[in-house]
């Protein structure tokens, strides 16, 4: 009921009532055919965008953690902590432990 009232309107419009008729006349295939071409229109380039914007993100986060690495190794203790072991101990300073 609620498509078939609009129908009725477009199909009496004198603008678009001739350009709804030739679209409904046409066979299934046809309509299925241009469906498929405007989705492939519309999602081909926004999947091109994606893969495009996620490979440059890996680039940019690669060559940023070569540079992490090359300035931690010149800047020894303070871009990133050293990882040392001490004997008997976690590495923790200034804690307070509280055993329940």
Do not use: C, H
Request: aromatic residues 8%.
């Amino acid at each position: 009921m609620g498509f078939e009232r609009y129908r009725v309107f477009i199909r009496d419009d004198p603008r678009f009532g001739p350009t709804f008729e030739r679209v409904s006349r046409q066979p299934s295939w046809v309509v299925k055919l241009a469906v498929a071409a405007a989705l492939l229109v519309v999602v081909v380039p926004i999947v091109v965008l994606v893969t495009a914007a996620l490979l440059v993100a890996a680039v940019v986060f690669a060559v940023g953690s070569v540079v992490a690495r090359v300035l931690g190794w010149f800047s020894v203790g303070r871009s990133m902590p050293a990882q040392r072991e001490r004997a008997g101990e976690d590495g923790r300073e200034n804690v307070r432990v509280i055993r329940g």
